[in-house]
């Protein structure tokens, strides 16, 4: 059975039926891997394959026999991002070749729960080294490690970032979804700007133990798939408490099934309001969502044109502070509990990184690890100060205001603008979206196919309040059941 568009349900009848199995569909999969992303149109978006994976895939087709399945992903293939610690002899790099030798004693929260849901763990995806936490001007999907990653809808074109590998082998059906993190809009970009599904969770809501981080304030792992329905099967896996991760314990006590809220006609008398502070970054994208917007209103939607979500949140500049000043922290204590990265803080990597200058930075520097630095520290007023600014910038000030004011259900918005050129000499052209508001509260952020630009994908974001998951998975749903824009990249070497 071909794996290419194959939803998780769709995978999961076939095993059920006997048409097919977890070893038969891993094996389809990674046939793509080798003659898309090693070979052909090298997409460059897959960094290893983790070595049991066919193994752990024919264990779960002999438990199905003697015991049937544990649930929708059982058998079900997940690429993960290669900052998320997996156990055994795949190294979780981030993407730097200081972390080439960092084999991570335990599995990452969120694999262990993929693992215990029954997920066939493939293997890492590239990414922007470092979460895109390195320069000002870095190329998304470029690491030290995997090289650039390619946007299969254009190949000259950019994935985005900093879950580029995520996106596109979720894109490219190299895995039946695939999971990313983000600080500020690197689940929700990549996803738009690659044609697929993302969602951004509620900070607290998915664990981050043993995920190499950025900033713990915004940190989150997430789901990207293909469907919205897929990202949704994946979430309600990822999705729940943590001891090693203490901000998990404001997230539901019991488990949520995310795909009971599919609602097809969730749209019907929704009050959503048009975030038009995120428009005006690309003529096309707006157009695509001038588009949506009228989708949503023949769905039954009421739209609230416009609704300001707070400009002074996607200035950026109080929460480029926080990044540095949580970055130092973080790393120290990720590197205390990973003896086989061989490094001990920040200051390590920055030696590091100019010590191998000619393969580590052959094209763009390290400018924003060298700020964090010299920057505060977590225990001090300042960082505390930085902190609330962030919060009631975007929350009191921005989202929670909007959604009370209008009464709304959701906001929506462009996610980003088309794919740019990849450049690895100047860097990212990027001209803006809506990830900021959402990232800088904690928010969840979901993000949908919406149309194409010149065959590049445009998506639509819906984000909300404090564990708005499943309102958000709701109305995405129904626009997607509604408009079923989603066509697979074809990889031209350029835009038409």
Known sequence: MSVQEKS????QQAMTSGETSALEIARGYLERIAALDRSGPELRSVLGIEPDALATAAALDRERAERGPRGPLHGIPILVKDNIDTAGRLPTTAGSLALEGNLAPRDAGVVERLRAAGAVILGKTNLSEWA??????????WSSVGGQTRNPYALDRSPCGSSSGSGVAAAADLCAAAIGTETDGSIVCPSSINGIVGIKPTVGLVSRSGIIPVAASQDTAGPMARTVADAAAVL?????????DPVTAGAPERA???TGFLDGGALAGARLGVARDCFGRH???DVVIEGALAALRAQGAELVDPVEVGREAMAAAPELELMLIEIRSGLAAYFAEHPAAGMRDLADVVAFNRAHADRVMPYFKQELLERALAEGAVDEARYREV???CHRLAREEGIDRALREHRLDALVAPTAVPAWTIDPIDGDRRLGGCATPAAMAGY???TVPAGYVHGLPVGLSFFAGAYAEPRLIALAYAFEQATRVRRPPTFPARVA
């Open 8 to 11: 998780i349900a769709e995978l």
């Open 132 to 141: 895109y936490f390195r320069s000002t001007r870095g190329s998304s999907g």
């Open 236 to 244: 309600t896996a990822l999705a729940g408490r943590d001891p090693r």
């Open 256 to 258: 949520i099934d995310y």
């Open 283 to 285: 003529e096309g994208a």
């Open 387 to 389: 902190r609330e600014t």
């Open 444 to 446: 969840p952020h979901v």
